[in-house]
């Protein structure tokens, strides 16, 4: 991770949402960014080792046979339990966000004007407390 730009998916079905994530996050950081209008189309590229995905909730709002932000998460979790997965959703419940950590995302973002600069800040406690624990395992082999 140290010297390798981060891979991030951003799956949202709101293409215009999606472009505007895309964009800041390039224009914020060095990030190798895929983006997927669908959650099937995400699991169907998860091969491509991806260090973080930014899911929506909501991805069956255009397509409504699609598989919505929970069903996606089951399945990226039975694959890849590693993988930090940040659900994003305009639903400001706490419901919601419960159910979304129950189904293993590391953290939950409301849509809003702050959404991308709390996204950008659990990106980075999520390589920090990676770091820690690589240094920590390090440390405990030696021992």
């Known amino acids: 991770m140290d010297n390798k730009r981060i891979k991030l998916f951003l799956v949202d079905d709101d293409p215009l949402f999606l472009k505007s994530l895309e964009l800041e996050f390039h224009q914020q950081a060095d990030f190798d960014i895929e983006t997927y209008p669908t959650g099937e189309l995400c699991i169907e590229n998860l091969s491509g080792e991806p260090d973080v995905i930014i899911l929506d909730y909501h991805l069956n709002g255009f397509n409504s046979v699609a598989k919505n932000g929970i069903d996606t998460i089951d399945r990226i979790r039975a694959f890849y ?4 997965v940040i659900m994003l959703s305009s639903q400001d419940k ?13 953290d ?9 600069t709390r996204l950008q800040n659990i ?7 990676k770091k820690i624990e690589k240094e920590l395992k390090w440390y405990m082999d030696r021992m």
């Open 94 to 106: 706490i419901e919601v966000a419960i159910n979304c950590m129950h189904h293993g995302a590391c």
């Open 108 to 116: 939950y973002v409301v849509k809003s004007e702050t959404a991308f």
């Open 123 to 129: 990106i980075s406690n999520v390589f920090r407390v």
């Open 81 to 84: 339990p590693d993988i930090p």
